[in-house]
């Protein structure tokens, strides 16, 4: 068998490098402001890196229980229950993951065989239609209406004999938009009397603004019988990188999701876990992520105020799209090598998110950076 044959017979033959990967590249390539990948460029807490350290000295470097530390996960629980009075057995509904990526791809891989479809919502974040095509499925995209609201009538007639799943985003990346009660309500129609699972991805549930109010599919009873309820330690506590993440399932989901997890990662990172459940007790920090985040959006947005861009602020996350449209003709991809390579900002391409609606003149930025950043990445973005 040649090296060809086998390319060939790649299981992602139309999938390339992750258009995160390659803006970040160019920013460094290029020595530009990175406001394209959704990282923070401050740091985490330094009483969070100091208990890390604390259990590493201690010795809790060896594996960590499969389904991940009970203190952690008993503290997840408990964070649930009081902020969307939601009861999940730790013992038995909560498995800490590797990052909410591996949740959600154990979450599909879980559920998802041959020729099942997976309605997928967009634009969407880029792991769900290869995991979906990994696995056999068949994505069938539905996209958000033009003022990047949930179009359910439109699920609703998605919906066939063969759908088997549906994967909702919110708050969602990267359009910042979030769902509300009606959405909830009309999720709950849609799915009534059917036996379509749910893959819940909640990883900017702290990041919300305007005084609104995250709609956890886990407040629903109806929906979190049939829900696999991800979210994300990195976003929450500015350390991305360490990479930890949790799904919350009724226990019949989370036996059949650990079955696959032992198999991807077995356990997560101890000292992180431990550190973290030490750290949850402080309840003060995930509750001022709203106020922290949204000051941060305003900065951005009111720098950009004499650019010209078209914005509508986000409701959520930490990422704000541009629209363009009144300053280049340029395809969104074209436009962010632009900005990065000339005017000396990276930014992320709405386009790669979507199979439909392609086209939109918009891009995405992220403001999960230090204030002065802000300000110099928008005072290059206001002389184009």
Request: charged content about 20%; some cysteine; glycine content about 4%.
């Amino acid at each position: 068998m040649t090296l060809t044959s086998l390319i060939s017979d790649s299981k992602l033959p139309n999938i390339g490098l992750s258009i995160f990967a390659i803006m970040s590249k160019m920013a460094e390539d290029y020595n530009a402001i990175n406001l394209s990948q959704g990282f923070p460029d401050f740091n985490c807490s330094d009483e969070l890196v100091a208990l890390v350290n604390k259990y590493q000295k201690e010795g809790y470097n060896q594996y960590a229980p499969m389904p991940g530390v009970p203190h952690l996960r008993k503290k997840i629980a408990e964070k649930i229950k009081n902020l969307y009075d939601k009861e999940y057995d730790y013992n038995n509904e909560i498995t800490i993951t590797a990052g909410a990526t591996q949740a959600i791809f154990t979450a599909i891989t879980t559920s998802i065989k041959s020729g099942d479809e997976v309605i997928i919502i967009e634009p969407a974040y880029d792991s769900y239609e290869p995991v979906v095509r990994m696995n056999g499925g068949i994505p069938k995209f539905v996209s958000l209406t033009n003022d990047f609201a949930f179009d359910w009538q439109t699920v609703k007639d998605s919906i066939t004999n063969k759908t088997k799943m549906i994967i909702i985003n919110s708050p969602h990346n990267p359009t910042g938009g979030v769902l509300n009660g009606s959405d909830i309500k009309a999720l709950e129609e849609i799915t009534r009397d059917t036996k379509i699972l749910l893959v819940s991805d909640e990883v900017y549930e702290h990041i919300i603004f305007d005084e609104r109010r995250h709609f956890s599919l886990s407040t629903s009873e109806e929906l979190s019988k049939r829900s696999f309820v991800i979210s994300s330690f990195g976003k929450t506590y500015h350390a991305t990188g360490w990479k930890i993440g949790y799904c919350a399932a009724p226990k019949a989901l989370t036996e059949q999701f650990r079955k696959i997890h032992q198999f991807i990662v077995y356990a997560v990172n101890t000292p992180l876990q431990y550190a973290y459940a030490d750290y949850m007790r402080n309840q003060n920090h995930y509750l001022a992520l709203n106020s922290f985040y949204q000051s941060k959006r305003d900065i951005l947005i009111t720098s950009l105020q004499n650019s010209g861009f078209k914005i509508t602020p986000a409701h959520g996350t930490y990422f704000q799209l541009l629209d363009y449209s009144e300053l280049s003709d340029k395809n969104d991809m074209d436009f962010s090598i632009y900005l990065t390579k000339e005017i000396g900002v990276a930014v992320i391409p709405v386009s790669p998110f979507c199979t439909i609606n392609k086209s939109r003149k918009i891009i995405r930025v992220c403001f999960a950076k230090k204030d002065e950043v802000l300000l110099k990445a928008a005072e290059k973005l206001c002389v184009i």
